[in-house]
Structures are given as C-alpha cells and as structure tokens.
C-alpha cells in the first residue's frame, strides 16, 4: 500500500515502528564507540563538530557535556590532516 494510500494512524504506526528498529540497531553502535580508548568523531562539510565521543572529548580536553557544535575541527586536528 502507498503512503498515500495509508491513515494517519496507519502512518505513525509504522513510524513508531521505524524508530524503534533504528534504535535497536544503533544502540550497541553508539555503546561501542562511547566504550573504545580511540578518538571518534563526526563533522559537516564546513568542519563543524557534529560529534564527539567521551574519549575524544577527554583527549582533546573538553568537558563531557560541552557543546562542541561551534567547534571547527581545524581547532582539534593539525593543518593537513584531515580532508573535507
């Protein structure tokens, strides 16, 4: 059946459905990249911080709860380390 097809109820069934997969399969992802020694991070196409994992956090010397999202990461890697 098309979306278009569906009820409003059909629509957030399946949506909450979605949701609930998703973070049944991202949950032991996120556990393991929260849990390893190594830096792991995520940045825009710009370079802007998206993520930080708590042993990069502690790394590069940021609180655990810092908002890093205005954070370039020019500011944490070396000039020509890394390629956007």
Do not use: F, W
């Amino acid at each position: 059946m098309r979306d278009e097809d569906k009820t409003k109820k059909q629509l957030i069934s399946e949506l909450t459905e979605l949701r609930q997969h998703i973070k049944k399969i991202s949950l032991p992802l996120i556990h393991t990249i929260e849990a390893t020694t190594d830096l792991v991070g995520m940045i825009d196409k710009e370079g802007n911080t998206l993520y930080l994992n708590l042993a990069g956090r502690r790394i590069l010397g940021y609180d655990d709860e810092e908002d890093l999202s205005k954070v370039n990461v020019t500011e944490y890697c070396p000039e020509g380390s890394i390629s956007i």
